[in-house]
């Protein structure tokens, strides 16, 4: 079995994808009987984010603008930002580099520029969370009540539950979804997610969007026709991904590929590891599947790989994340194919890419500019930067909602960031992503397709 080269970077690897593959796949809840069907789907009408935008906010119902004339954070011409995100978890592992960094070198940039708006910006620090309900509202606290912060930027936390107190407050706060904190409509008016609603199925009654751009982007990566695909989606054993792998089958039927295995047949978190995964591999090489997409983990995905390969599997293998720190051991994963979900990848060279870099250097951090941290903790502060630009007469945080909570629409920032529309972006997800794939000889990441529309939204049952 090839195991990983570096155990601080498998642990540091496996946290970050843990959460990309659950943001991605958390947003449909709709099944099969038993996910593995070749049988017709009705998956309902395909739609554009604009048309599933309208769509969402008939279903979910007007924002009741929240009232009151908050100006905490605003000290004449200055306004005071802070930042609350996980930057190491509960080991001490790094899963998000960059996750304070990207904002603050966004509102420096914005303070070099001449501030927004009449406005500059002061950032009061970004505290760690640690992965830590507790360190979170505590942070949180400190941030409202000590430091008087206008807003939150990052609020990146992936255990947390300070959702209420943040909205009872009208304190804005932007980040990357990761934490039901975001998930709402009106009760959470105040929340913007830069990758929007990627865990919060539920939030309409009895129904959830769902986006097809994981498979589709596949499709247009690989150059393969639906119906030449028969694919196996493999998942770890909690409820979430068991649930994940049978949408997956029911999206890929719908879109005319065949889907002869979906299971969850990898331990979960806390469960003991596999010690061999060969009679896994011989399962979905039985099924006839010439795809395999795992929603599983780096901890897990080397060894599934490994396992294919050594009994004889040829067809091609999609993971949902291509995190940079992966190009030093793309050895392992050589032809594996990667989508990314809601952000770009910086092996596509661009003017974007270069810009973030260079603001990242002028406050003087060594953050990748293409690491998820980085490009959702930027992100969610050139969203605040763009809406607060917005905003006619006197600020408040009442204000900065209401210009989202009318109708914004947030353009993708250039190949490094999917776009979002609000309210509606607290029940849809992205229908943009890149696509790239390992090269082993190379020991890098291979560009395929850039960050771009794939696929639409539909509205499956909850079910």
Same mark, same amino acid.
């Given at each position: 079995?090839?195991?990983?080269?570096s155990?601080?970077?498998r642990?540091?690897l496996?946290?970050?994808?843990?959460?990309?593959a659950?943001?991605t796949f958390?947003?449909?809840s709709?099944t099969?009987?038993?996910g593995t069907?070749s049988?017709?789907?009705?998956l309902g009408k395909?739609?554009d984010?604009?048309?599933a935008?309208?769509?969402?906010i008939?279903?979910a119902?007007?924002?009741q603008?929240a009232?009151?004339?908050?100006?905490?954070?605003v000290n004449g011409?200055?306004i005071?930002i802070?930042?609350? $995100?996980?930057? +190491?978890?509960t080991t001490?592992?790094?899963? /998000?580099?960059g996750?304070?960094?990207? !904002?603050k070198?966004?509102f420096?940039?914005?303070?070099?520029e001449?501030?927004?708006?009449?406005?500059?910006?002061s950032y009061a620090?970004?505290?760690?969370?640690?992965?830590?309900?507790?360190?979170s509202?505590?942070?949180v606290?400190?941030?409202v009540?000590d430091k008087k912060?206008?807003g939150?930027v990052?609020?990146?936390?992936?255990i947390s539950t300070?959702?209420?107190?943040?909205n009872?407050e009208?304190?804005?706060?932007?980040?990357?979804?990761i934490s039901?904190?975001y998930?709402g409509?009106?009760n959470?008016q105040f929340g913007?997610?830069?990758?929007?609603?990627i865990a919060c199925?539920?939030v309409l009654p009895g129904q959830?969007f769902y986006?097809?751009?994981?498979?589709?982007s596949?499709?247009a990566? $690989?150059g393969? +026709?639906?119906?030449d695909v028969?694919a196996a /989606?493999v998942?770890?054993?909690v409820? !979430?991904?068991?649930?994940s792998?049978?949408s997956?089958?029911?999206?890929a039927?719908g879109l005319g590929m065949?889907?002869?295995?979906a299971?969850s047949?990898?331990?979960?978190?806390?469960a003991?590891?596999?010690?061999?995964?060969?009679?896994i591999?011989?399962?979905?090489?039985?099924?006839?599947?010439?795809?395999?997409?795992?929603?599983t983990t780096?901890?897990?995905?080397?060894?599934?790989?490994a396992?294919?390969?050594?009994?004889?599997?040829t067809g091609?293998?999609?993971i949902?994340?291509?995190?940079?720190?992966?190009?030093p051991l793309?050895?392992?994963?050589d032809?594996?194919?990667?989508?990314t979900?809601?952000?770009?990848?910086?092996?596509?060279?661009?003017a974007?890419?270069?810009?973030?870099d260079a603001?990242l250097?002028?406050v003087?951090?060594q953050?990748d500019a293409s690491a998820?941290?980085?490009?959702?903790?930027y992100g969610a502060?050139d969203?605040f930067l763009?809406?607060?630009a917005?905003?006619?007469?006197t600020?408040?945080?009442?204000?900065?909602?209401?210009?989202?909570?009318?109708?914004?629409?947030y353009?993708?920032l250039?190949?490094a960031?999917?776009?979002s529309?609000?309210?509606?972006?607290?029940v849809?997800?992205?229908d943009?992503?890149?696509?790239v794939?390992?090269d082993?000889?190379?020991?890098a990441?291979?560009?395929?397709?850039?960050l771009?529309?794939?696929?639409h939204e539909?509205?499956f049952?909850?079910?």
């Open positions: 079995m090839i195991l990983l080269r155990r601080r970077t642990a540091g496996a946290g970050v994808a843990a959460l990309v659950a943001a958390a947003s449909c709709s099969t009987d038993n069907s049988a017709p789907v009705d395909p739609m984010a604009a048309a935008s309208k769509l969402a008939e279903k119902g007007p924002i603008f009232t009151g004339s908050t100006v905490r954070g011409k200055v005071t802070g930042g609350v $995100a996980d930057v +190491k978890d001490g592992i790094e899963n /998000f580099p996750v304070c960094d990207g !904002a070198a966004r420096e940039r914005a303070n070099r001449g501030g927004v708006n009449g406005y500059t910006f620090g970004c505290t760690d969370s640690g992965a830590d309900p507790t360190k509202k505590d942070a606290t400190e941030m009540e912060v206008f939150l990052p609020f990146t936390a992936s300070v959702g209420d107190y943040l009872d009208h304190v804005p706060y932007f980040g990357w979804g039901t904190d998930c409509w009106n959470r913007f997610s830069i990758t929007q609603a199925a539920g959830t986006s097809s751009a994981g498979l589709e596949y499709l990566g $690989a393969k +026709k639906a119906a028969s /989606f998942g770890s054993s409820a !979430a991904a068991d649930t792998v049978k997956f089958a029911k999206m039927v065949k889907a002869p295995y299971k047949p990898i331990p979960g978190p806390g003991p590891p596999l010690s061999d995964y060969t009679p591999a011989r399962d979905i090489i039985a099924s006839g599947a010439n795809l395999v997409a795992s929603t780096p901890a897990t995905i080397f060894p599934l790989v396992a294919l390969r050594s009994s004889g599997y091609d293998i999609l949902y994340f291509a995190d940079p720190r992966l190009a793309a050895d392992q994963l032809g594996v194919y990667a989508m979900p809601n952000f770009g990848s910086g092996v596509f060279p661009s974007t890419f270069t810009q973030i603001d250097k002028a003087g951090s953050a998820s941290g980085t490009l959702t903790s502060a969203l763009k809406a607060f917005k905003i006619n007469g600020v408040t945080t009442e204000a900065l909602a209401k210009v989202l909570n009318s109708g914004f629409d353009p993708a250039g190949n960031l999917c776009g529309t609000w309210p509606a972006g607290r849809l997800g992205n943009c992503a890149a696509v794939r390992f082993g000889d190379k020991k990441i291979e560009p395929i397709k850039d771009q529309t794939f696929g539909y509205l049952p909850l079910t």
